[in-house]
């Protein structure tokens, strides 16, 4: 079984930046991919964006492209999102979730276990 936490959301105004971590623990010689999904009141769950294993591979929604960086340290357990030119619209609760396998990348089917999510809210 894999624990996931994340931190580091909060309050930020437009054209601000904000890094989220999501520290694992629990798992013993899994190699997860790793991935970033969000969810606004009222929406459906959105991905953001997801990273390899080995960091060889990403992938960023469109939304998000150019502006957020998905990165990890496995030494740590730990992946980060760096979220630059935040806009208002990227206000949500956003997941963190580990995969074992991942085809398309996109959809939440893929991945095995998830974080209890952390707040980020920017204002105009």
């Known amino acids: 079984q894999e624990r996931l936490v994340e931190s580091g959301g909060g309050l930020v105004q437009a054209g601000g930046s904000l890094r989220l971590s999501c520290a694992a623990s629990?798992?013993?010689?899994?190699?997860?991919?790793m991935g970033w999904f969000r969810q606004a009141p009222g929406k459906e769950r959105e991905f953001v964006a997801a990273?390899?294993?080995?960091?060889?591979?990403?992938r960023y929604a469109d939304s998000v492209k150019g502006r957020f960086t998905i990165s990890r340290d496995n030494a740590k357990n730990t992946v980060y999102l760096q979220m630059n030119s935040l806009k208002p619209e990227d206000t949500a609760v956003y997941y963190c979730?580990?995969?074992?396998?991942?085809?398309?990348?996109?959809?939440?089917?893929?991945?095995?276990?998830w974080g209890p999510g952390t707040q980020v809210t920017v204002s105009s």
């Open positions: 629990g798992s013993t010689g899994g190699n997860y991919a």
């Open positions: 990273i390899s294993f080995k960091s060889a591979n990403t």
């Open positions: 979730a580990a995969a074992t396998v991942l085809t398309l990348w996109v959809y939440d089917y893929e991945y095995d276990y």
